[in-house]
Nanobody, 124 residues
Framework: QVQLVESGGGQVQAGGSLRLSCVAS????????LGWFRQAPGKEREFVAA????????PYPDSVKGRFTISRDNLKSTVYLQMNSLKTEDTAVYYC?????????????????WGQGTRVTVSS
């Protein structure tokens, strides 16, 4: 059974930092592209970051570019999202997801497996 379990969310003041982690089990982690998405209250879920199996990554959206960094540790089957200079608009539930289809993607429907999410609240 595949599981993705996020952690590291919480409440932080604007300008602060958080590092999210997502531990995967039940799949050949190094063969998967990994992504982070987020859903703010009342909004659609949106792409945040993706790292492909070779370690490269897709361009970040403008909303997080220069502030967020995705990384992976294949030995630990873990993907990370380092979030710096947080803004109130970063408040959302953050989800990690795994894509084994072989095509790097920013699209939700290309990701087969999803975690339950971890909540990030940024206060002013």
């Amino acid at each position: 059974q595949v599981q993705l379990v996020e952690s590291g969310g919480g409440q932080v003041q604007a300008g602060g930092s958080l590092r999210l982690s997502c531990v995967a089990s039940g799949l050949p982690f190094s063969n998967y592209d990994l992504g982070w998405f987020r859903q703010a209250p009342g909004k659609e879920r949106e792409f945040v970051a993706a790292i492909i199996r070779t370690g490269g990554y897709l361009p970040y959206p403008d909303s997080v570019k220069g502030r967020f960094t995705i990384s992976r540790d294949n030995l630990k089957s873990t993907v990370y999202l380092q979030m710096n200079s947080l803004k109130t608009e970063d408040t959302a539930v953050y989800y990690c997801a795994a894509n084994g289809g072989g095509l790097a993607s920013k699209r939700e429907y290309d990701y087969e497996y999803w975690g339950q999410g971890t909540r990030v609240t940024v206060s002013s």
